[in-house]
């Protein structure tokens, strides 16, 4: 396993080179360049303008500007924003709090809802309440995030409830107290969560429901029914155990998808995190503020994929790397 481990590590530098050369140069393909609107502006001088193109490799072929790039992000640097005018890690670390805060509250949402929901309506298959809780799922894995989150907001402008439909704090969040404050925050919070854990919740049930109904039907399960185990200990201590390991391999792809997962969300309920910023850096063709957050994202999502790994490894004795 150790072996392993340190062979997916290593695999991280030849991916990422790959993400970051495919991304960045498909980047220059699109017209002009960050600078492209300053060279309309008559209060700018020429000389300044080739002194920033100097100064961000800009005047350089593409293959050498991303050879600069990856030069100066072995050293730790992931560049400079040519829209915020700061570094791309100071700019991705005003950000990636909000992001995590976000996705991190309704993944834990979604999994602690979904897990005893699809246990109950595959436990209870074809009652009432498993006919309800499907067609629920059915409707939360059709609807589209953003879609949901622009009826939500209509839904709250038009019926006045009294909730925030924007933003992450009030205007005077500063002279609030500590509790004063957290209030404010999960007002702000309740609609982007309801977004983006009522997806979640939605697959996840359905995931969880179909993966054990298959188990109660193996032999195994039959046997400890004849041994005159209990119906729960059946349940819970034999059939749950295995039907919720594929659903390891999903909270890896979750994991890798942390940040970015939410960007639609974000940006239909102008929520400051990740998703948005990428937006405006794609927009305004800021190469290394999307260079930087690629790079987040690749990593996030290589690191997710292997802890999804172990983690089934632990969960299932019967898988072994070699």
């Not at 994991?255 to 239909?268: D, F, H, P």
């Not at 929520?271 to 790079?295: E, F, K, R």
């Given at each position: 396993?150790f072996?392993?481990?340190?062979?997916?590590?290593l695999?991280?530098?030849?991916m990422?080179i790959?993400?970051?050369?495919?991304?960045?140069?498909?980047?220059?393909?699109?017209?002009?360049?960050?600078l492209?609107?300053?060279?309309?502006?008559?209060?700018?001088?020429?000389?300044v303008?080739?002194a920033?193109r100097?100064?961000?490799?800009?005047?350089?072929?593409?293959h050498?500007?991303?050879?600069?790039?990856?030069?100066?992000?072995?050293?730790?640097?992931?560049?400079h924003?040519?829209?915020?005018?700061?570094?791309?890690?100071?700019v991705?670390?005003?950000?990636?709090?909000?992001?995590l805060?976000?996705?991190?509250?309704?993944?834990?949402?979604g999994?602690?809802?979904?897990?005893?929901?699809?246990?109950?309506?595959?436990?209870?298959?074809?009652?009432?309440?498993?006919?309800?809780l499907?067609?629920?799922?059915?409707?939360?894995?059709?609807?589209?995030?953003?879609?949901?989150?622009?009826?939500?907001?209509?839904?709250?402008?038009?019926?006045?409830w009294?909730?925030?439909?924007g933003?992450?704090t009030?205007?005077?969040?500063?002279?609030?107290?500590?509790?004063?404050?957290?209030?404010?925050?999960?007002?702000?919070?309740?609609l982007?969560?309801?977004v983006?854990?009522?997806?979640?919740?939605a697959?996840?049930m359905r995931?969880?429901?179909?993966n054990?109904?298959d188990?109660?039907?193996?032999?195994?399960?039959t046997?400890?029914?004849?041994?005159?185990?209990?119906?729960?200990?059946?349940?819970?201590?034999?059939?749950?155990?295995?039907?919720?390991?594929?659903?390891?391999?999903?909270?890896?792809?979750?994991?890798?998808?942390?940040l970015?997962?939410?960007?639609?969300?974000?940006?239909?309920?102008?929520?400051?995190?990740?998703?948005s910023?990428?937006?405006?850096?794609?927009?305004?063709?800021?190469?290394?503020?999307?260079?930087?957050?690629?790079?987040?994202?690749g990593?996030?999502l290589?690191?997710?994929?292997?802890?999804a790994?172990?983690?089934l490894?632990?969960?299932?004795?019967?898988?072994?790397?070699?």
């Amino acid at each position: 396993m150790f072996r392993y481990i340190v062979r997916r590590i290593l695999y991280i530098i030849p991916m990422l080179i790959g993400i970051s050369s495919l991304s960045f140069f498909i980047m220059q393909l699109a017209p002009g360049d960050a600078l492209t609107v300053l060279e309309m502006s008559p209060d700018i001088a020429p000389e300044v303008l080739e002194a920033m193109r100097a100064r961000f490799w800009l005047d350089l072929p593409p293959h050498m500007q991303y050879v600069r790039w990856l030069q100066q992000l072995l050293k730790g640097d992931m560049g400079h924003s040519f829209l915020w005018h700061a570094p791309v890690t100071w700019v991705i670390k005003q950000r990636i709090w909000n992001s995590l805060l976000l996705t991190v509250v309704s993944t834990l949402i979604g999994w602690l809802v979904a897990i005893p929901i699809g246990i109950h309506s595959a436990v209870n298959q074809y009652s009432w309440s498993d006919k309800v809780l499907t067609f629920f799922a059915f409707i939360g894995v059709s609807i589209p995030n953003w879609f949901f989150g622009l009826l939500l907001l209509y839904l709250t402008m038009s019926r006045g409830w009294n909730l925030p439909i924007g933003g992450m704090t009030s205007i005077d969040f500063a002279d609030f107290t500590f509790w004063e404050k957290v209030v404010d925050l999960a007002r702000h919070m309740v609609l982007p969560v309801i977004v983006l854990s009522t997806g979640i919740m939605a697959s996840l049930m359905r995931y969880m429901r179909s993966n054990l109904l298959d188990v109660l039907r193996q032999d195994y399960v039959t046997t400890a029914k004849a041994k005159g185990l209990s119906r729960n200990v059946v349940i819970y201590k034999h059939a749950v155990r295995n039907a919720i390991n594929p659903l390891i391999t999903i909270f890896g792809f979750q994991l890798g998808g942390i940040l970015g997962g939410a960007a639609l969300t974000e940006i239909v309920m102008n929520w400051p995190g990740i998703g948005s910023l990428m937006l405006n850096a794609v927009q305004g063709l800021d190469y290394y503020l999307v260079m930087g957050n690629l790079i987040i994202g690749g990593v996030m999502l290589i690191v997710g994929n292997l802890v999804a790994d172990v983690l089934l490894a632990v969960s299932d004795p019967r898988i072994r790397y070699e």
